[in-house]
T-cell receptor, first 111, second 116 residues
């Protein structure tokens, strides 16, 4: 059974800092790995999707990497802004199974 | 493309009443997933449906909860005789058939159920 762990649980940084969020999963036989953002009281917004054959994906200031063999993914956020404050979730489904989420990292970017 | 639509956005029910939550998947998506998010907790899978079929309900409580995805119309998550512990945000996601590995999942904005 897939288990997803996200570290740290919470993070507070000053505006402009670069930061890294970590995600680890126990079953490396995954189709893909998806990073989401959730704002308080809102739904989930997909940020990046990395296929199992890929090593990384980039979108603007966001870069996600995937190391299947070690069961890890990182989300790198460059030049953080107060608008990046949210909870970041990763999900890594093995074939034929629904998404399994970590508990998320709650990010606060202080102006 | 309107995305995944969930309604209502907020639902208040008294203990013992029934709650019906609706989810209309993205156009062209025939797979629907329901998740529950309890306060200060992560998202937990409940049920996975395709049109007229329940594929995986391993995360659904055995009693009071049911889900359907009829041939026509939205998917419905139904909670009978609600209790305070059912208060949570319920999210629906959809994915296109056969291409879920490429496109990933799209989530709705959720229904926030409050049982008073």
């Amino acid at each position: 059974k897939q288990e997803v762990t996200q570290i740290p649980a919470a993070l507070s940084v000053p505006e402009g800092e670069n930061l890294v969020l970590n995600c680890s999963f126990t079953d490396s036989a995954i189709y893909n790995l998806q990073w989401f953002r959730q704002d308080p009281g809102k739904g989930l917004t997909s940020l990046l999707l990395i296929q199992s054959s890929q090593r990384e994906q980039t979108s603007g200031r966001l870069n996600a990497s995937l190391d299947k063999s070690s069961g890890r993914s990182t989300l790198y956020i460059a030049a953080s802004q107060p608008g990046d404050s949210a909870t970041y979730l990763c999900a890594a489904p093995p074939p034929g199974t629904p998404l399994v989420f970590g508990k998320g990292t709650r990010l606060s970017v202080i102006a | 493309n309107a995305g995944v639509m969930q309604n209502p956005r907020h639902l208040v029910r008294r203990r013992g009443q029934e709650a019906r939550l609706r989810c209309s998947p993205m156009k062209g998506h025939s797979h629907v997933y329901w998740y529950r998010q309890l306060p200060e907790e992560g998202l937990k899978f409940m049920v996975y449906l395709q049109k007229e079929n329940i594929i995986d309900e391993s995360g659904m409580p055995k009693e009071r909860f049911s889900a359907e995805f009829p041939k026509e119309g939205p998917s419905i998550l139904r909670i009978q005789q609600v209790v305070r512990g059912d208060s949570a945000a319920y999210f629906c996601a959809s994915s296109p058939s056969q291409t879920v590995t490429i496109k990933g999942y799209t989530f709705g904005s959720g229904t926030r159920l409050t049982v008073v």
